[in-house]
């Protein structure tokens, strides 16, 4: 495995950055949901930094559950429209507010499946936070509530999201040399 220097072709969203912006959208969800409780759902694992960042800035009364999803013929790097639930939720999510915290949008595949699969569950209200959005690759459409940063077209790593499961600790969003990394 490669050290993440020999891979960055550039960092596109650095740790100040990211961490501004995560608070920002605490304080929107602290507006949003005054006087309410709220059930944050972490999407395993890429949402995993950003959720334990996001929930120390919220001041309404939360709590936290996981599920992770995966798209058949994984190992692709985008998902198809075949997501299935691998880890379901341990909360009985209906009748609460509920808000996935998701780390990218890419085709909108796996949240809208996520959506579908949790709406059956009747919660009060469900809400998408996402920390990065890849607009111009969407199949379906999606609504994202809180989107943390528009991207471009390329492929990122760090702050959650993987390059075959390894840099999710790295604290800043880089932009993969793939060339160099395929090289490996
Ligand atoms: P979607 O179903 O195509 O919207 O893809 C969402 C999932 O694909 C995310 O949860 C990520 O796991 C993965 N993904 C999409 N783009 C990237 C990327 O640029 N880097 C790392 N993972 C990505
Ligand atoms: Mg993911």
Known sequence: MQDYQDILAEVLIDEVSLQKRVKELADQINHDYAGEQVLLICILRGA??????????????????CMAVSSYGAGARSSTGNVRMTLDLQ??????????????????????RVIDMLRTRKPRSLKVCALLDKASRREVPVMIDYRGFSIENKFVFGYGLDLDEFYRNLPFVGVVDLEKYNKE
Do not use: C, Q, W, Y
Request: charge should be negative; glycine fraction near 4%.
């Open 48 to 65: 995993l930094p950003f959720m334990v960042d996001l929930m120390r800035h919220l001041s309404v009364l939360n709590a936290i559950d």
């Open 91 to 112: 909360t009985n999510i209906e009748g609460k507010h509920v808000i996935l915290v998701e780390d990218i949008v890419d085709s909108g595949h796996t949240i809208s």
